[in-house]
């Protein structure tokens, strides 16, 4: 059954009344499509402005009105049996392998294949490169037990998945305070008999650095090796083409074996899509290869899924013949120049600059407070003050054996104008003085009282006690907010304090403006505090 609201605006659609969503069972009656089509969006307009989510890789917020159309027109095909379709791939595999300098004898029939996102690329790689060293150690009469892997600490998840789905030793070249990416000589000293191939990424997540594929590639020529190198563009592999042509990271080196690529990054498809293009075909065993012949589409194929619609093959096509190189290098040129001056404005504000400028990483700034060991809010404290605000921002721990370094990261894309631009400063620098004048939670309860007023069944001394116990409870991964919270409760329980009451309205004010913060928790905070003030003032 349907939980019902009354809305007068749903008479013009013959509806006395407007359902709402159901949640857990699909309903027995039917909707029509115009009230169904409204309560869904309004559902994911709780994800805010996606314009003002400045977290997300994915680059693509807008695409042009012929792309939506033609993306749209090919929803409905299946890519396994529209031989159409097939043909776009194999145009946008070999415009993508000439672009990464393939080999010029791979040139006529570059080897890859589109994939539902990056985690499918990667695995596609790996068991590739897992299959090729079995192979090769059979026929040398060696066991091909306990295969390994090297990568950096600051792979994206979908690396471990990969090594833990296909029972692969995973061997991390850890990060360190000074340095956020893998270090060549550390990863090439790693490499024994067991090794399948190592993973260098073209742009980490963290800082969107640039790890040094060439100097790894130099080392395991010099020691004669023949160990495969894996290179995880998802994120670079749009940018470096057009901003530093003359970078060497691509199969211009002789061990890069693979390299995969995301296009709804920074290749401006708006859908999901992932590429991964090998060198030549001797780097993809024979037995990974399955024929399908539906439809008399007599094709090999070596993806994950069997099924995908063709939309996102499509829109890739789309973007690669209409932007042209021309397209691409001056996109790619701008945000790395508003990259370079966002870093700046922050640098100029106090903050620390993390990431690399001048084309030496991605369009990303990467970037953290300054130590002061006086300062009672962190890197978390500022997102939630910007989400207040309308931005989505995300504030994390840097990669194993660093990840005491706490970092915040703004995706610089394609819709962050300067107007945009101009406006986050503003925004953070306001959020960053809010949070100064906040007085810490230390700071207003160390002080014992001299006498315990009653209010409310609790003495001021026990119930200041009760509210930071709960508030430890409460402790989620943002300790900005519960300082927030801790920081207005306290001054709470002195409310009737003549010095103190002007203090708590001011800081109740700023606390209204935060639409971060949880009214739940609120609520929680001020029953254990003994008293609705709280409440009163945050919500009058």
């Not at 809010?377 to 721990?397: H, I, K, M, T």
Request: hydrophobic share 40%; with cysteine; charged share 25%.
């Amino acid at each position: 059954m349907f939980s019902t609201v009354i809305d007068p605006s749903a008479a013009r659609y013959g509806f006395a009344a407007q359902p709402q969503l159901p949640k857990n069972e699909m309903p027995e009656a039917e909707m029509p499509e115009e009230i169904v089509s409204r309560l869904i969006k309004v559902k994911l307009k709780l994800d805010g402005d996606l314009s003002r989510n400045i977290s997300s890789f994915d680059a693509t917020t807008f695409a042009d009105e012929e792309a939506e159309k033609l993306v749209a027109e090919s929803s409905a095909k299946n890519d396994i049996n529209s031989p159409g379709v097939a043909d776009i791939q194999s145009r946008c595999v070999c415009m993508m392998g000439r672009l990464f300098h393939a080999p010029e004898s791979a040139l006529g029939s570059c080897v890859g294949i589109s994939c539902g996102g990056t985690s499918e690329a990667i695995m596609l790689a790996v068991v590739a490169m897992k299959k090729r060293w079995r192979n090769h150690r059979l026929a040398t009469g060696r066991s091909p037990d306990r295969p390994n892997i090297i990568m950096s600490s600051a792979t994206q998840v979908g690396w471990r998945k990969a090594a833990r789905y296909f029972e692969i030793e995973e061997k991390l070249v850890y990060c360190t305070h000074e340095r956020y990416t893998m270090d060549p000589t550390d990863a090439v000293a790693m490499v024994d008999e067991n090794i399948i191939g190592i993973c260098v990424i073209l742009g980490t997540e963290y800082t969107g650095e640039y790890e040094d594929v060439k100097a790894v590639n130099d080392y395991l020529v010099k020691t004669a090796s023949t160990v495969p190198i894996h290179v995880d563009a998802a994120i670079g592999a749009f940018v470096v083409p057009f901003v530093d042509p003359a970078f060497e990271w691509d199969f211009r080196l002789e061990r890069v074996a693979s390299i995969n690529v995301s296009s709804h990054r920074y290749g401006f498809v708006s859908s999901c899509v992932d590429w991964v293009i090998w060198r030549s075909r001797e780097y993809v065993p024979q037995e990974l290869d399955f024929n399908n012949d539906f439809f008399d589409t007599n094709r090999a194929s070596f993806t994950l899924n069997n099924s995908t619609s063709a939309s996102h093959i499509v829109g890739q096509y789309y973007q690669l013949v209409r932007r042209g190189k021309k397209g691409y290098r001056t996109v790619m040129s701008f945000l790395t120049k508003m990259a370079d001056s966002l870093s700046d404005c922050l640098e100029m504000l106090g903050f620390i600059i993390m990431s690399k400028k001048s084309g030496l990483g991605v369009p990303v700034v990467a970037f953290r407070l300054p130590p002061d060991q006086e300062r009672h809010y962190d890197e978390f404290s500022v997102a939630d003050q910007l989400r207040g605000r309308g931005w989505v921002v995300p504030a994390f721990n840097m990669a194993p054996h660093a990840a005491n370094l706490k970092l915040l990261r703004v995706v610089v894309r394609e819709d962050f104008t300067l107007d945009s631009c101009r406006q986050f400063l503003a925004d953070i620098k306001h959020s960053v003085s809010v949070l100064d004048q906040l007085m810490p939670v230390r700071a207003l309860v160390s002080k014992p009282t001299r006498k315990r007023t009653q209010v409310g069944g609790l003495g001021t001394g026990s119930r200041e006690e009760h509210v930071l116990t709960t508030l430890r409870r409460m402790q989620g991964p943002s300790s900005g907010l519960s300082e927030l919270i801790a920081s207005k409760v306290a001054v709470s329980t002195v409310i009737r304090r003549p010095r103190s009451r002007s203090r708590f309205l001011t800081l109740a004010a700023v606390l209204r403006q935060s639409t971060s913060t949880s009214c739940q928790a609120m609520r929680t905070v001020s029953s254990a505090a003994g008293t609705t003030s709280l409440a009163a003032c945050l919500h009058p």
